[in-house]
């Protein structure tokens, strides 16, 4: 099948779903739309015995064919169908009219508490097929990384239905963002260490949605050290998860360019904390805090920043913590136009003296809390040799407990050596130190293997 058939085809399946869902059974729009789809489905058919619709991610794959990108209807459909676990549709040759028409109607019965495979069964439909993802339930006695990397992994695909949500100009839905901000708060509790080396990852190229998330799991990390906890702890891992949403109005070329912003782009981009109060004021559910921070979050201690002349106030304590969340994740990410700095190298930027843009008793917490080099992070030892750090020293960030993974040779080693950089030698001295963090990725190393 050619790319516009292709197309053609998973348009009209979802224009045929849209037709249900907008207006009666009976109407001439829906049988038109069905009409279309089964006219497409079998020429399709004639010419192939089955055919797949695959929706993975955010994509759409018609057998081999990969539909282009970018095509927001297709987006949606392929998203809708993929958060009530369809991953893929199959038609077999000698599918009908009715088939079809039994097949829109299940899908639009979005209430329905059947299973959608047995609820085409029951309607006698035989030549279409749903493949479904199992969607693996994280409970709470599962713990390290695996877990925690579920929860990260969940968390993020949920953000980024929450952007498109609120791009698309409809409500975000704070029921799926409740849950997992819960995922996240219980990390941050129970298993901070984890949930800090998945923030650390620069591999995702999909900064926006991991952005939302990092900001959030910082955020919580921070106020969860200051004794705030349950409820409030919520409120602020939300409204940090929330705080960049008014840039779903940025448009693409500004906030991808990779070069400097013009005084006009920059004027556009700073639109996003105003917009982001907008939105999150009249989203309901949505905790008061969030459209506070929004508003802040881009304002310093002395209220230079931006958005400018707003008077006179005393920034939220939520808008502080997020504010040095947000910047440490913004520096430590690979971006289009740098890559991503080292711990160390964030800590002297932010930390540069009279630096107004932090409260400066948070960000000294929040280096203690981030260590030096927080688990996770990879770093070179003065024997030359690269180490995952895999757990701090209870009271010496400088020595931390190390993997070494690559010898000075820069050979990978067979079987990791644990090192403890504070152990001391039989003349007191301490034979392995770290000397700096290195960036994992150029050496094509996945440090969250050997924790
Ligand atoms: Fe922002
Ligand atoms: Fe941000």
């Not at 968390?155 to 952007?163: F, G, I, K, P, S």
Request: aromatic share 4%.
């Amino acid at each position: 099948m050619n790319q516009r058939k292709a197309e053609d085809l998973v348009r009209r399946l979802a224009a045929a779903l849209r037709g249900t869902e907008l207006y009666s059974p009976t109407h001439p729009l829906v049988q038109r739309g069905i009409d279309a789809l089964s006219a497409a489905a079998s020429e399709a058919l004639a010419a192939a015995p089955s055919i797949v619709i695959a929706f993975i991610g955010d994509e759409v794959i018609v057998d081999a064919v990969r539909l282009p990108r970018g095509a927001a209807t297709l987006v949606g459909f392929a998203r809708d169908l993929r958060e009530r676990d369809i991953e893929k549709v199959t038609f077999t040759r000698g599918l009908t009219r009715d088939e079809l028409r039994g097949l829109i109607a299940a899908l639009s019965e979005r209430t329905s508490q059947t299973p959608l495979p047995d609820r085409l069964t029951a309607r006698g439909i035989r030549h279409v097929t749903l493949g479904r993802v199992v969607i693996e339930e994280v409970s709470d006695d599962q713990t390290g990384i695996a877990a925690a990397q579920r929860i990260y992994g969940t968390a993020v695909e949920t953000a980024e239905t929450l952007w498109q949500a609120a791009k698309a100009g409809d409500q975000p839905d704070t029921g799926a963002a409740r849950k997992i901000i819960d995922g996240l708060a219980r990390l941050v509790t129970q298993d901070r260490t984890s949930l800090m080396a998945l923030t650390a990852l620069k591999k995702y190229d999909n900064y926006t949605f991991t952005h939302m998330v990092n900001v959030s799991a910082l955020a919580m990390a921070q106020a969860r050290a200051l004794n705030v906890d349950g409820a409030l702890l919520r409120e602020f891992g939300f409204a940090a998860l929330m705080h960049d949403i008014g840039k779903v109005h940025t448009p693409l070329e500004v906030l991808n360019k990779p070069d400097k912003l013009t005084k006009e782009e920059f004027d556009i981009m700073k639109r996003h904390v105003v917009d982001g109060a907008h939105i999150l004021r009249r989203t309901p559910e949505m905790p008061a805090l969030a459209p506070i921070v929004a508003f802040e979050h881009h304002l310093k201690q002395d209220l230079s920043g931006y958005p400018e002349k707003i008077g006179s106030r005393k920034l939220n304590l939520c808008t502080m913590i997020v504010s040095i969340a947000d910047v440490f994740d913004a520096l430590r990410s690979n971006r289009p136009y740098r890559q991503g700095l080292a711990t160390a190298r964030i800590r002297s930027i932010m930390g540069e003296q009279g630096n107004p843009a932090f409260n400066q008793t948070l960000l000294k917490r929040f280096v203690n809390l981030m260590g030096l080099f927080p688990v996770g992070n990879l770093v070179r030892l003065n024997t030359d040799e690269i180490a995952v750090v895999t757990a701090e020293h209870p009271t010496d960030p400088f020595r931390p407990q190390v993997k070494i993974i690559m010898d000075a040779k820069g050979d990978t080693v067979e079987e990791p050596l644990l090192a403890n950089t504070w152990d001391r030698d039989s003349k007191g001295e301490h034979p392995r130190a770290v000397v700096e963090a290195v960036d994992p990725e150029p050496l094509g190393i996945d440090p969250l293997k050997y924790l």
